[in-house]
């Protein structure tokens, strides 16, 4: 079917073709009239065209929409921003009616004594963790710890090859007792060096006696003219030589009798000193070649084995040759969110069970626990606060059924722990703890905790 533009396209082509068809026929006179009537007849062959609507609503239509959303928009956070405004001054006035378009608000009635304030869940972790390093370096002789593994306090855990130690604790030994030595001969002389000291200087005494006497002797023959005035020098040299000697050899003896100087004594000292802090650490060395257990434990983990070299400056930090525990002292590690945190407290009673022995399957694996301290340093990412539930297991039970990094459910009540906190949850005293049914709350996150 054909369109209106190519229908009127062939109205035009065949009107035309009249017309020239008309004007060749009828010559110059009708030409005019009949051209007329040919273009009265394509207007009427023409499609008529739609009206257009007005362009000016059209046109404001987007713009009155704007303004409409923003002025809702802004209605809608004027009313955001006033409702906070309005809830306080009705919690100030609570005598006060509600404002229109304000519903009443109700307070939270505060928990009673013994009443369940917070359920959350934590993580299980030894109270106390040691990491088992070396102080010295050296290859692995014994190694006498393994997973699992309970181990007393003292029992050798490992043992590094000494030979270059005890040679080095050999030499310092032998430092120090030549620096004793030496010391001890500076304190005072012997009796027999100052006999020794006093002969000589009652030896030289007598020989200045004796020059004396022959100095006087030259001196009247000088004076009579029998001797030289040579001889009588050389006497008189001879007699004052032995006087200077035997001089020196008193002050010599007067210092022998006080010993020797203070000096020399502290210098003596001082090395002696250093000797015996060189034999300290040779000592120290020798001794940390065997490592032993710090405390009664299990052994969680181990990181070296037997003929492996170990060395203190690469285990430093987190490694170690193996990590062993208390697991008799346990807590559970939570993160309590800031918005819960008021009904936390140091001290606060607690009921602790591990998710894998819920409470209603093992009840006789419910422990009693108390809040032993709250972080002080918060968790910007979570909005939360680190809180800490300590808890103990019997002797038998340790690494046995609550293991670290296992998940804990922690109950917390509205009452102090009592001062002898018992190992179970049975053996508390309900005097604190209302007696209610306290009902099984489903598992929570450890970001939202379940609330009763």
Sequence with gaps: MDRPEEQVQVASISVRSEALSAGRSGGKVGTEPLTHGLSERVRALRLPVPEEPPRGLANRLPWVLTILSLAATALVGYWAWLRPWQTQQAVQTPGQESPPGMLPLTPQPAPKEGEIVLQAKGYIVAKHQILISPLVSGRILRLNCDEGQRVQKGDLLVELESTEYEAEYRRALANVEAANQRY???QKYRDE???QAEAELAEVQHQLAQAEDDYRRAKDLFSRGIITQQEHDSAHRQAETLRQRANRM?????????????ERRQAALAELQAAQAELARAKWRLENCKIYAPLTGTILKKNAEQWNLVNPLAMQGSFSICEMADLSQLE???MIQERDIARIFEGQ??????EAYPEDMFPERVYAG???RLMP???RAKGAIPVRVEFRVPPEEQGKYLKPEMGAMVTFYNAPAPKELPIFWKDVSRDGVRQQAEPILPAPSAKTPIQK
């Design 184 to 186: 001890q001969e500076l």
């Design 193 to 195: 060096e100052i006999r």
């Design 250 to 262: 008193k002050a010599a003896l007067e210092l022998m009798q006080k010993g020797p100087r203070e």
């Design 332 to 334: 559970v590690e939570l």
């Design 349 to 354: 009673l607690c009921k602790v069970y591990a």
């Design 370 to 372: 108390r809040v032993s």
């Design 377 to 379: 340093i918060a968790d």
